[in-house]
């Protein structure tokens, strides 16, 4: 008999399910070993030794693997194919090979890698064993050790000079320092005047319904030889008044064929963002059922910057868009997409479903029985089991999609682009008004089959000639404003790490989670906005640690960690020329910094109680409530309720309210509960508002 490890329940059922009686599959259930909660872990005066413990709520797990390995011929450390899995694989060897009472030799034990759950792809790591990457497992051990000592150090100090309970983290500070500068940008922002002018036109005809079918609307481009920048009405009217007494032709026709070719199948990042504009998912959310596809064998490994695709897989799709969409639909070649990332590994893939044919999971019901966030129960609320299945449903063929068109030929369209002169005689003066229309035809749809891509055919422009004399229907200035950059949402803030170099594929759902859960940003309407928490976390830790938290130093840290995985450096060196010049500054800020105030928001009440002070909504561990603003003198308090705007819709007399489950996910309840226990997911339609998920 032999033992294979893995980290989780799920993986080990999957596996079991095409290996044969000569396995037997254990899980440890995630890390087995990790730094003590209750001390800093590590010895910075014995070369950053960092001091793992057993985790003491896995002794079940690790009792029943040493059962097992007692009995197997040889232990396979199948754990996850990145740094968090190597770890795992490391200390789960070391556990059971102890110096004492309890020891199996290092010769029983190998390491193995599969990208995917399938039978092919674990046989084949099976014949191929190797030992445990301990340059991984030192990257883990590296990242572990800064996060610790970052977080350790800092968090007793914002408790000093912010307040108790807070805490602070290397690359979290970092994306709350994104959210609270866009903010700031946006409010110091002052909108700018301009104007647009569009004009339509139409073909000279003497027959009523041929013009109503010739017309076409240009925009005005250019003025003379200078860019048409229109920026008050008086302009604007002077362009206007010109244009209606303006001579109209056809100055040019370009005509061309286009191709768009199809997007590279999925990394980590651009799944999540994906998610987030499809269906409005969390980082969380996205990774979360990803990880359950993984785990399912539905598709490779969820965590990676590659775009890199095998050849079988390769081989597998170009058979089935043949077969499915025809030749026409097939390339003459594989498409092969270069990874953008530095640090992404060859041997790594994209994600992509295991099995091609499969469109879509609907065999899959042990899925629905993934646990879900639960409201109260409500009539209209679908239960956890179909809502976490149509969502796996979803997320599976998002995938599918993009894979499955990645490898398909060009849509094509005819292009066509119609430039436009008026000419106007201003006091003798020819004034020149260039104008633009462009469209396109969708001829072939390509890849966009796949999506559902239909050929287009709606208003074409008309097929004008070059000089052809046009005759003026209207003119149509519109007033509009510059507009500030727009807040962060899950989409764009993940594409912005990711541009800026920090975090990793696994990081980017837990710190986007984390820093709303420490309530130092507020997710509203699908954007992230700074809580006053957040406000004066930043501003007293940039203020303090500019270097520590400046975007290209935390992204050289994350370029370093990467190096020592490839083992082109040694971890101890990077925490020896970090960790001196930070403890250092942190022992002057302690002792110079003032404290900081955090703003509270005003209510317009009066406390009841003391009858002087204001009430105000602070930020508390379990998010806002209303107190008094003479705390601590003044203890009254009460809670928060965020109305919406709309009555219950099941009892009529109570608010409907924004609440949070445990998991920090929103949902909107009655104010009356538990007298009235409705709740849904999605936000009550408003007069005159859509009705959105959430």
Not at 40 to 57: A, I, M, Q, T, W
Not at 143 to 159: E, F, H, I, M, N
Not at 361 to 384: D, F, M, N
Not at 599 to 618: A, H, W
């Amino acid at each position: 008999m032999n033992l294979i490890v893995v980290e989780s329940p799920t993986k080990a059922r999957t596996l079991s399910r095409f290996l044969g009686k000569d396995y037997v599959i254990e899980a440890t259930m995630g890390h087995i070993k990790d730094l003590p909660k209750s001390k800093l872990g590590v010895d910075v005066e014995k070369n950053f030794k960092p001091d793992y413990l057993v985790v003491k709520s896995k002794d079940k797990s690790i009792k029943e693997i040493k059962e097992r390995a007692l009995k197997s011929k040889i232990i396979y450390l199948a754990t996850d194919p990145d740094r968090e899995g190597e770890a795992i694989a490391k200390h789960v060897e070391e556990v059971l090979h102890l110096n004492g009472q309890f020891s199996i030799s290092k010769d029983r034990f190998r390491r193995i890698v599969f990208h995917e759950i399938t039978k092919e792809a674990v046989e084949e790591a099976i014949k191929n064993p190797m030992k445990v990457n301990n340059d991984l497992v030192n990257a883990q051990i590296a990242r572990r050790v800064l996060d610790r000592l970052v977080g350790y150090k800092l968090s007793p100090l914002l408790w000093k000079k912010v307040r108790r309970g807070l805490s602070a983290g290397r690359v979290q500070t970092v994306t709350v320092r994104l959210i609270v500068e866009r903010e700031r940008e946006i409010e110091a922002f002052k909108p700018q005047e301009y104007w647009e002018i569009f004009v339509e036109l139409a073909r000279q005809s003497k027959r009523v319904k041929e013009q109503e079918s010739k017309r076409f609307i240009v925009k005005l481009i250019k003025i003379d030889s200078k860019k048409a920048d229109i920026n008050n009405k008086k302009d604007a009217d002077k362009v206007v008044s010109d244009l209606k007494m303006s001579d109209y032709k056809v100055a040019d026709v370009v005509k061309r064929e286009v191709r768009k070719n199809p997007y590279p199948p999925f990394t980590t990042s651009t799944m999540t963002q994906s998610a987030a504009r499809f269906f409005r998912w969390s980082a969380k959310r996205t990774m979360s059922i990803a990880q359950r596809l993984y785990e399912e064998g539905l598709i490779t490994y969820h965590r990676t910057d590659s775009t890199n695709l095998s050849e079988s897989s390769l081989k597998s799709v170009r058979a089935f868009i043949e077969s499915k969409f025809g030749k026409n639909y097939l390339p003459d070649t594989p498409r092969y997409y270069k990874t953008k990332s530095k640090v992404a590994q060859e041997a790594h893939e994209a994600i992509r479903p295991t099995n091609v044919r499969v469109q879509s999971p609907v065999t899959l019901r042990a899925i629905g029985s993934l646990s879900e966030p639960k409201a109260h129960s409500s009539r209209r609320q679908e239960t956890g089991a179909n809502h976490q299945s149509q969502d796996t449903r979803r997320l599976y063929e998002l995938i599918w999609k993009r894979f499955v068109s990645c490898q398909m030929e060009a849509s094509v369209y005819d292009e066509t682009k119609i430039d436009v002169l008026a000419l106007h005689k201003d006091e003798g003066k020819l004034i020149n008004y260039f104008l633009r229309a462009s469209g396109q035809i969708m001829k072939f749809d390509g890849w966009k089959a796949v999506w559902g891509g239909k050929i287009n055919e709606d208003n074409p422009l008309p097929d004008v000639n070059k000089e052809e004399p046009l005759k003026l229907i209207k003119v149509d200035p519109q007033q509009k404003f510059t507009e500030p950059p727009p807040r962060f949402g899950e989409a764009s803030l993940v594409r912005e790490l990711e541009k800026l170099g920090i975090g990793r594929p696994s990081t980017y759902a837990p710190i986007i989670s984390t820093i709303q859960v420490r309530n130092y940003v507020e997710k509203v309407e699908g954007k992230f906005h700074p809580t006053p928490i957040g406000n004066a976390v930043n501003d007293f830790l940039i203020n303090n640690f500019p270097s520590v938290f400046e975007y290209s130093f935390t992204a050289s840290m994350e370029e370093d960690l990467d190096n020592v995985a490839n083992g082109s450096r040694e971890w101890t060196t990077m925490m020896k020329e970090f960790y001196p010049p930070f403890e250092k500054k942190l022992d002057g800020i302690e002792e110079n910094a003032k404290r900081v105030k955090i703003e509270v928001e005003k209510t317009g009440r009066k406390c009841p109680s003391c009858k002087t002070g204001d009430l105000v909504i602070r930020i508390g561990r379990f998010g806002k409530f209303v107190s008094c603003s003479r705390f601590p003198e003044c203890t009254y308090r009460e809670k928060y309720l965020e109305k919406i705007g709309v009555k219950c819709e099941e009892c009529g007399k109570g608010d409907v309210i924004v609440k949070k489950t445990k998991t920090g996910r929103k949902f909107y309840g009655c104010s009356r509960y538990p007298k009235c226990n409705w709740a849904s997911w999605r936000k009550p339609r408003t007069e005159g508002q859509e009705q959105l998920t959430t």
